[in-house]
């Protein structure tokens, strides 16, 4: 695991202004990028939280809770309610694994996988608005740099 190495900026103690905040810079961009998602997942009776599980496990394939967790960016507790919501659901099935029946492992189900097919296209959409606004340099180039605060990126 990464940690970031944070340097004392022997110039000054003084705090940035807000507005050049990365903390609040990073929840006011959240929410940019979040509320259009939030305004296309309003129909399907599912959350973010949701979309994001049913996301992975639509690229991923069937994996255990810890994995499920960790590529959802859920904690485990968290995972562990909203799996129990979406296994009412009929969103997803959790099972034994075969090997170690102390392993969980959770696939979605296929009307979990219609939920993304049918959203795969406003999704898209949302993501060329991204793209539009900051270009498709910046756009992956934003990617990288938020990857790079990332204590599990690797590079």
């Known amino acids: 695991m990464r940690t970031l190495k944070f340097v004392d900026n022997a110039m000054t103690n003084e705090l940035p202004s807000t507005s050049r905040s ?6 006011r961009a959240r ?13 399907t009776g599912i959350t973010e939280q949701q979309w994001r599980v049913l996301r992975v496990l639509s690229e991923h394939g069937p994996m255990d809770v810890g994995t ?27 099972t034994r694994d075969e090997n170690d029946r102390r392993r969980q492992v959770v696939t979605i189900t296929p009307a979990g996988q219609k939920i993304i097919d049918d959203k795969v296209e ?19 180039q934003l ?13």
């Open 31 to 43: 929410e940019g990028v979040m509320s259009p998602i939030r305004e296309m997942l309003a129909e």
């Open 122 to 140: 406003d999704a898209a959409q949302i993501v060329a608005g991204f793209k539009n606004t900051l270009g498709e340099d910046k756009y992956e």
């Open 68 to 94: 499920l967790a960790d590529r959802a960016s859920l904690l485990f507790p968290s995972l562990t309610r909203i799996a129990n919501s979406m296994r009412k659901k009929e969103l997803l099935t959790q």
């Open 22 to 27: 990365l903390p609040i810079a990073l929840i």
């Open 143 to 155: 990617l990288d740099l938020l990857a790079q605060l990332d204590p599990q990126h690797d590079g």
